[in-house]
């Protein structure tokens, strides 16, 4: 049983992250098993990637990207596709560090990277440009965030933990800038562990844990979802979003809500923590101020029009039962 407490747990998010790796197991085993004499692969190979994963092997993104694409392709009577797909399954190695740091045209990531993008800016109504960094800007980024992690790791050493199970990789890139979008970070459950950012924004500490709570938030309920979806609402229907100019839909705006109040509790330890200078702290409690205001605008439009799972509501029950706290902590005694 998942415990939905809204304060990060890295023992929670390592068992989420196994059962996430044995899922994929339990799907490439099946899989397996039904191509057998049909399609063309090393069955060996394919055994011992799942055997992997079983046992708790932190594969990267890009073998849960193949894995989307196989699927995609056996459903499309696709086999030369799928046979492609399954040998280069077979050459996926995982990772010994809890995170790797790549830019977009790193060599280590080169022949994986067109399909990160195809995963990534996946719909067609809100389509975005994702591009190398400049190698400046990825040098300089690289090393302002490794530096924001340390003092994750000091000031909120459970928001760090939890990051450090979720994430695998970390994937700098930029925007266009003619573009309408600008990209600042995103991640994709077809990606599981992939963090993609912007390299040219989250200039400061506080701006990059900021974001490393936005998304990591984001992957949690990724997870949440794994057995159960957090809405029924179907995905074409959109509803006026208090955080988007446009319309999403309900499952945007629910994650959108959640993580507002994550980015909150964040903020809040932050500033508690007493290791910002003035400066960051004057961020940490406008971020505050915001991410309150966020909340509860989203947490309106999830109340009226939301048609929340059992587990969906479960996860939103509990950051609304922190936010009636932290909105209490603040009114005047």
């Not at 339990?26 to 799942?50: F, K, M, P, W």
Request: net charge negative; aromatic share 8%.
């Amino acid at each position: 049983m998942i415990d939905f407490s809204l304060p990060p747990d890295g023992a929670r998010a390592a068992a989420i992250d196994r059962r996430m790796r044995a899922s994929l197991a339990d799907s490439l085993a099946y899989i397996g098993d039904e191509i057998r004499g049909l399609i063309d692969h090393d069955a060996a190979a394919l055994g011992q990637l799942v055997a992997a994963l079983r046992r708790g092997d932190r594969y990267p993104p890009s073998t849960f990207a193949l894995y989307t694409e196989l699927v995609l392709s056996l459903d499309g009577g696709e086999n030369d596709e799928a046979a492609e797909l399954l040998a280069l399954l077979a050459r996926e190695r995982p990772q010994v560090e809890p995170w790797r740091l790549h830019a977009l045209d790193d060599d280590a990531i080169a022949a994986t990277a067109p399909r990160y993008l195809r995963l990534m800016d996946s719909d067609p109504d809100n389509r975005f440009a994702m591009l190398p960094p400049p190698p400046a800007s990825a040098e300089a980024f690289a090393a302002r965030f490794r530096r924001a992690h340390r003092l994750l790791g000091v000031a909120i050493p459970e928001l760090a933990a939890e990051f450090d199970a979720l994430v695998s990789q970390v994937i700098l890139v930029t925007g266009d800038p003619k573009a309408k979008y600008q990209f600042d970070g995103g991640s994709s459950y077809m990606l599981w562990g992939g963090l993609f950012l912007n390299a040219e924004s989250h200039e400061t500490d506080v701006a990059l844990i900021e974001v490393m709570a936005h998304e990591s938030a984001h992957i949690l309920l990724f997870g949440y979802a794994c057995d159960e979806a957090l809405v029924n609402n179907d995905d074409d229907a959109l509803y006026p979003s208090p955080l988007r100019v446009d319309p999403r839909p309900m499952d945007g705006i629910y994650h959108a809500t959640y993580v507002s109040a994550r980015m909150h509790w964040a903020m809040s330890r932050l500033i508690a923590s007493g290791a910002l200078d003035d400066a960051g702290r004057h961020h940490a409690e406008q971020a505050c101020a915001a991410d309150l205001k966020n909340f509860e605008a989203g947490y309106g439009v999830v109340e009226r029009h939301g048609d929340l799972t059992a587990t969906g509501a479960a996860v939103m029950a509990a950051a609304r039962d922190y936010m009636d706290k932290a909105e209490r902590s603040t009114q005047p005694q």
